[in-house]
DNA sequence: GACGAAATCAACACAAAACAACATTTTTTG
DNA sequence: CAAAAAATGTTGTTTTGTGTTGATTTCGTC
């Protein structure tokens, strides 16, 4: 069991098979690491070695959503801990779908008392399970790859509470059209979110701060007062003006 | 148990592995002591240590319920899998919550285009992961300790379906006053999905069998037409007369 | 069946991590 | 307030993991 084992069955299950030469390149070690940690892995018969491939035994296919909590995890976690600072016991939290939310949820395992509203079924199961908590789930229809939802009865049930703090995350930021989702609905789930919350909070890791033109995004709304914006690393300098008026933690 | 073991343990939860270096970094003591405290949490089985990393055991992304879940897992998990054999691909689905059932979700991941109303929040998150399925969240206010809601919009989604068959599970067998479970609104829900499939399921394991008095629960109402009962070992004699007229996997 | 390219394996040198023993600090307790 | 106990840091040693080099095997092609 190597501390690399891990990662290579992980990338396995997403692709398939791979050979030995991309997976050094992908871990960062060389082809021969590569090799030595597959031997163990192979003779357990977690996955199939051939000549030139390495191909997973497991089931290929892993949930888009989990995926997601596993891709840049590091990056995640800690604007997760960056936003854990920011709330405290007893407040009350309107949370939105995406990955980085879910490592939120994970982190405010250790706040008590906490009133929360959410469309994604994972962070209501999540902060559910902490006794002392009051969680509403907004939404009966959930969306099959996150297990969000944006029916009617979520904006119903979202629009009838008063938060302290919205925590919102982004799939990414673009320094002219601003902070995007992918879709329409999940824009305005976050626009109902952020008018009952007296705050707003933003979380993106640095990842989501890449120049490639965004197509076929949704731009989030204004925000009323303006949000805080957290993130694990500094924004690259084309981000200033986007960025003008928020708080910025980084 | 040292007053490090917390912080570790939240810290790994999060990023899944670090290194004790990362570690000793992040809590500002020196890295011999990081190993000192770690030694006893993975001896406890909390934690995995290889060589240049230290690995969080509970899977991050059922970390809270999996520990809810630990009391008697073999068993729960082979009734689960009794269950899995009676539902084919496609199927439409009520479940309600338990832990259980929390089993039987995640056993039915092997299963595709499920349509599933359920009042648990992990049951609804576990199975809406799943790609081309459709999962229905029944309910809005989260009971605290373990997610599951029994609300009147809870009844109000569970009416409007119908279902091919219902996945309910008890917490205990009494051989006189039939199945029980802790709380009324849990035999209101189990009653209302029952009377919405075609066919029900009943999952106990062994240990619910046991014959010490039932003091403080409630029964489930009979079910039309009589049930199918699940367990992971055969029946003691006494409970021969209670299943008369249902069919017993065991 | 021989050839070349790519992949694999084996052995060595080196670096990083883990460990053990001792010194030091902090906390507890009488 | 002092002695004892516990916890933490430091140092040096041992163990483990990693990259490099070069030999060997496998695979496709002629």
Redesign the interface.
């Known amino acids: ?3 690399y084992s ?1 990662d290579i069955e992980q990338a396995l299950a997403l692709r398939g098979t791979m050979t030995v030469a991309e997976l050094s390149d992908l871990l960062g070690v060389s082809d021969q690491t590569i090799r030595r940690v597959v031997r163990p892995l192979q003779e357990a018969g977690r996955l199939e070695k051939v000549h030139g491939a390495i191909r997973s035994m497991q ?1 290929p ?1 892993t ?4 995926t997601r ?2 891709h840049n ?2 990056a995640k ?1 800690a604007v ?2 960056r936003v854990l600072d920011l709330i405290a016991d007893g407040e009350s939290l309107a949370i939105d779908t995406g990955s980085t939310c879910g ?1 939120v949820a ?2 405010l ?2 706040r008590r008392r906490l009133t929360v509203v959410t469309n ?3 962070v ?3 902060l ?20 969000a ?1 944006f029916d009617r ?1 979520a904006f119903a ?1 979202i629009e009838r509470m008063q938060v302290d703090t919205a925590i919102l995350s982004v799939s990414q930021a673009h320094p002219a059209r601003g902070f995007l989702v992918g879709e329409t609905c999940e824009a305005d789930i976050a626009a109902a979110m952020s008018v009952i919350a007296a705050r707003t909070l933003l979380a993106a890791d640095h990842s989501k701060f890449i120049e490639t033109p965004a197509r076929g995004m949704v731009a989030l709304a204004q925000f009323e007062p303006a949000p805080t914006l957290i993130c694990d690393a500094p924004l690259p300098a084309a981000y200033a003006a986007l960025v003008r008026g928020m708080t910025v933690i980084a």
């Open positions: 069991m190597s501390k891990q089931n296919v949930a888009p959503f989990q909590m596993a995890r590091a976690a997760a801990e490592f994970q982190a395992a250790v994604s079924a994972y209501a199961s999540t559910a399970m902490q006794p002392g908590n009051r969680v509403f789930m907004a939404g009966t229809q959930l969306r099959d790859h996150d297990g939802a009865a049930t």
